[in-house]
């Protein structure tokens, strides 16, 4: 038994979450929103970028990290089971409220009218709800892990992919029906959006928030659709060889990546591929190329052996939750920590940019330096976690 659990180990998965953190931060946390090299923009509406592609990859990573961990409840519904769900859901989705807040604070202290006194600046940092977003990345992670995670417990394995598609199909629907590839207020998704969270509570982007309510059911089919692909993977080959069972699951992942990918670019001629508003062809394409690029990784670092370049990747993957709020933590303390400097104040990150980078590599070189200079700050921290075999659990 512990052989089979030994043979079972995929140090692929941990380096594709790994890289999908890394990719995030890096993309969040340019020199300059104004000085940005293009394939580390999202894409305006329609279309994608590589840009565009982290986050659903992580989400995919996800649906199979659902699988291998509720595989120890044997798929039975139970109350430990159910307790874990939830806790954990709530845990996740409260962590990014607070970073949410964390930033409105921050801002709001350094930027306060010099006319108020201390512990009314205290008290007008500090109570922001009435105006604080409610969705976010985090939230969303939260969202579609407990709905799929309870799908998975509570649902035959056989009729996942049925959900799947009805989900897709019924959110295509909502979309032809309510304007869903308009790029402003007349949007479905808007609409909802702003009569339940209200514009206050909301992303500004043309009335669109990119995880908002409407957009999360596609979201979740997206995280079934990697939990189904794990089931494929783990249980497609029951070989104790470990060789056969490595080449099995890119065998699996190369075929599922071909199907989707393919799937939803042929689709796209009817239902665009938009990140924004999550689109169905969008969960196909994503979740295709992360199979696809899962079954490379697992060729070249479990099979093929080479595994030193992806060290750095493994600090995140080990910590992905971790390493993600720690990115944003830190993102905030450098626009809002400032010291003096010639004439006035300046921030962290104003100084790492500007006086640093930007003499050396010019705006969007500098941009770019900044943005990898804050990935290594993060994976310093993360490595230290990682060689003392430091797992942080969310």
């Known amino acids: 038994m512990n052989e089979q659990k030994v043979n079972k180990r995929i140090l692929a998965l941990d380096i594709l979450r790994g890289i999908t953190i890394a990719g995030m931060i890096m993309v969040n946390n340019p020199g ?8 580390l923009r999202h894409a305006e509406w329609n279309g994608f970028t590589p840009t565009d592609l ?70 007008a940092s500090v109570w922001t709800f009435d105006r604080m977003r409610i969705l976010g990345v985090m939230q969303r992670l939260a969202l579609c892990y407990g709905v799929a995670s309870i799908v998975a417990l509570t649902v035959k394995h056989k009729r996942i992919p049925y959900i799947i598609a009805s989900l897709l199909i019924g959110y295509f629907v909502i979309l032809m029906c309510g304007n869903g590839y308009e790029y402003n207020e007349t949007n479905i998704l808007s609409v909802v959006d702003r009569a339940i969270l ?11 928030d990119p995880e908002g309510l409407l957009s999360t059911i596609p979201s979740i089919a997206h995280v079934l659709l990697g939990f189904y692909v794990g089931k494929l993977m783990l249980e497609g080959n029951k070989s104790q060889d470990r060789m056969s069972f490595l080449n099995s699951q890119i ?5 599922v990546g071909t199907i989707l990918t393919f799937s939803g ?16 062809t969008f969960v196909l394409t994503t979740c295709g190329l992360a199979s696809s690029f899962l079954a490379l990784l697992i060729w070249i670092i479990d099979i093929k052996g080479q595994k030193k370049w992806s060290m750095f990747f493994e600090a995140f993957g080990v910590n992905p939750l971790f390493m993600y709020v720690l990115g944003g933590v830190l ?6 920590i400032r010291f003096p400097w010639e004439d006035g104040m300046i921030s962290i990150h104003t100084f790492l940019y500007k006086i640093v980078m930007v003499p050396i590599f010019g705006q969007t070189g500098g941009s770019l330096a900044f943005a990898l200079l804050f990935v290594t700050i993060n994976w310093c921290i993360g490595y230290q976690l990682y060689k003392r075999k430091i797992y942080i659990k969310i």
């Not at 300059?32 to 394939?39: L, Q, R």
């Not at 065998?251 to 075929?255: P, R, T």
Request: with cysteine.
């Open 32 to 39: 300059s929103w104004g000085h940005i090299y293009a394939p």
């Open 54 to 123: 982290v986050f659903p990859f992580f989400m995919f990573i996800m649906g199979i990290s659902t699988y291998i961990s509720l595989k120890k409840y044997n798929f039975e519904f139970s109350q430990s089971a159910i307790i874990k769900i939830l806790k954990r859901t709530i845990v996740i989705f409260l962590i990014g409220c607070a970073i949410g807040w964390f930033s409105r604070f921050c801002r709001y202290w350094v930027s306060a009218p010099e006319d108020l006194s201390f512990f009314e600046n205290l008290w």
């Open 198 to 208: 209200t514009p206050v509570h909301m992303y500004k982007d043309n009335g669109i």
């Open 251 to 255: 065998i699996i992942l190369f075929l």
């Open 265 to 280: 670019l042929l689709l796209s001629y009817g239902c665009p591929i938009n990140k924004k508003i999550w689109s169905p």
């Open 331 to 336: 993102s905030i303390l450098f626009g809002c």
